[in-house]
Each structure stands twice: as C-alpha cells, then as structure tokens.
C-alpha cells in the first residue's frame, strides 16, 4: 500500500496542470488574506472566526481542488470490465475500455487494479482498505477528450481461492 500511495504523489505533483497553480495559488490567497483579516479585527468572535475558516481554507482547500479538477477536467472511467481467472497459470486477465471524459488530453494512463474479498458490513470496508492484491499498469499514448481506448492487462501472481471482487481505477495524466 506504501508503494501505492509513493507512486500517486509522485505522478500528481509531476502532472499538474496551469489551471492546478492557478487553482492553488488562489486557495493559498484566500486563506492568508483571511488570516490577516482575522489578525487586524477588534471584535474577538469575528477574529476566531476568520481565523478558523482562514485555516479551514489553508489545510481543507488544495484538497478540494484537486477533487474538483479530477472531477470535471481530468476524470476518466473504466467501461466494460471483463475480468478472466487463466485456468494453468497464476494470473488474472483483466480487458475493459478506458474513455476520457475530461476536457483535456492525456499523454498516460495508470490503471489500477485492486483485488479483495467480499464481505458484508466492516468486512467489506477492511476487504476495500487492504486489498490482497495491487497491481498497478501504465498505459502511453495519447487519449483525446471523449476518445476510448481498449486495454488489456494480466495480473500476475493471482492465486483464485474462491470469490473475489475487482476495483479499476483509471488516473490520467496530461
């Protein structure tokens, strides 16, 4: 999971886009000017408050605007999974479409594929958090806005025990 988390802020710091610095810079803008706003108020209830919203904004905002840019300009969807256990070899044949459905164009793709056992109540959620397998597959070429693309993948070391459900995650870069 650590290599998961490693290879997502690697590749999100390094594909940020001008509308990301823009988006950032005016958080980071919003949250000192209400900062030293609060620091300049006689009125202490209308202090805290500005100053509590000021941090809100300063820790709670670049996150938010990396959810509402991944949303509406980078989003991406996996379509038509098909997910086939190989009979004589440990692997997991996963073939599904890719579709940009962002505004702009990407130059890569990484595909993870998250294998986990089915549950009912926590066991589902604690199955979801700590999946038994993680692969992740980067997928090159360009990918224009509402363009699909096939892919195709084989998960190795995959061991069929019995019932398991699959997450695909698409995350494009430009």
Known sequence: MAELLRHYFHYTLHSLTKYDYMALGW???L???????????????AAYFLLFLGLCTLFFGPLAIKMAMDRFIRSAQV????????????????EGELRNTGR????RCDLVVSLYRPG????????YLKPFQVEIFEERGPLLPGET???RVLVDGFQ???DFNATIIARCYP
């Open 27 to 29: 958080v980071l803008f």
């Open 79 to 94: 379509e038509e999974v098909t997910l086939k256990p190989l009979k004589f070899s440990r692997a997991l044949l996963v």
């Open 149 to 151: 693309k096939p892919f």
């Open 120 to 127: 009912t109540g926590l066991g589902a959620w604690a199955g």
């Open 31 to 45: 949250a000192l000017l209400l900062i030293v706003l609060a620091l300049f108020l006689k009125r202490r209830g």
């Open 104 to 107: 702009i164009d990407y130059s």
């Open 160 to 162: 069929n025990r019995g």
